[in-house]
């Protein structure tokens, strides 16, 4: 079965870092487009951050560029989300999703449709707060 994990979370004051990893088991994530989302209360799950499979293809939600970076080690099946300067707004659980399916660079940006996974992860929370 093809399963993801998340883990990282936890409770971080506003200006400080967290780093989410997303580990894969059953499949190999070398072929596979990677998907950060989140979703906070009481709002919609929101497409954070993508990388296509070689790495090279990456996509940043305009309210976390220059902040976040994704990035993936495929030797260790893991896909990594650092997130700096931390705002009361990022907030939310976070989910990282896998897609099978091969995006053009060009038209990378539609790797924050939902529809394009179709495996997820449980979740791992982020608290900003003081």
């Known amino acids: 079965q093809l399963q993801l994990v998340e883990s990282g979370g936890g409770l971080v004051q506003p200006g400080g870092s967290l780093r989410l990893s997303c580990a894969a088991s059953?499949?190999?994530?070398?072929?596979?487009?990677i998907g950060w989302f989140r979703q906070a209360p009481g709002k919609e799950r929101e497409g954070v951050s993508c990388i296509g499979s070689s790495g090279s293809s990456i996509y940043y939600q305009d309210s976390v560029k220059g902040r976040f970076t994704i990035s993936r080690d495929n030797a260790k099946n893991t896909v990594y989300l650092q997130m700096n300067s931390l705002k009361p707004e990022d907030t939310a659980v976070y989910y990282c999703?896998?897609?099978?399916?091969?995006?053009?660079?060009?038209?990378?940006?539609?790797?924050?449709?939902?529809?394009?996974?179709?495996?997820w992860g449980q979740g791992t929370q982020v608290t900003v707060s003081s």
């Open positions: 999703a896998a897609a099978s399916q091969r995006i053009p660079s060009a038209l990378f940006k539609i790797c924050v449709f939902e529809s394009t996974y179709k495996t």
């Open positions: 059953g499949f190999t994530l070398d072929s596979y487009t």
